[in-house]
Nanobody, 121 residues
Framework: QVQLVESGGGLVQAGGSLRLSCAASGTISSIGSMYWYRQAPGKQRELVAAITNDGTTTYADSVKGRSTVSRDNAKNTVYLQMNSLKPEDTAVYYC???????????????WGQGTQVTVSS
């Protein structure tokens, strides 16, 4: 089994910064793409950023230019650096990773438990 554990959320004032981390552990042969999603109260979960295993990144328009996704493959960890935070960034942020337990197994999707980010105005 694979576990994803997010950290780094919290309360920050508008204009501030946060760095989220998500560490994968368990039976892991390789990790494919890793993603950050967020879900605000009353809204659907939305994709914030993605990074492939070779480092190609994509961002939602709402965070483009303010956020940077990165990964440390040696640590099985993905990061999301968020700057110039706005109240509308307030949400629970979830990590998602596509993982293979061994070279012959199928790729499976795993989710973290989420970390709360609250941006005050």
């Amino acid at each position: 089994q694979v576990q994803l554990v997010e950290s780094g959320g919290g309360l920050v004032q508008a204009g501030g910064s946060l760095r989220l981390s998500c560490a994968a552990s368990g039976t892991i042969s390789s990790i494919g793409s890793m993603y950050w999603y967020r879900q605000a109260p009353g809204k659907q979960r939305e994709l914030v950023a993605a990074i492939t295993n070779d480092g190609t990144t994509t961002y939602a328009d709402s965070v483009k230019g303010r956020s940077t996704v990165s990964r440390d493959n040696a640590k099985n960890t993905v990061y999301l650096q968020m700057n110039s935070l706005k109240p509308e960034d307030t949400a629970v942020y979830y990590c998602n990773a596509i993982v293979r337990a061994n070279p012959r197994s199928i790729w499976r999707s795993f989710w973290g438990q989420g970390t709360q980010v609250t941006v005050s105005s």
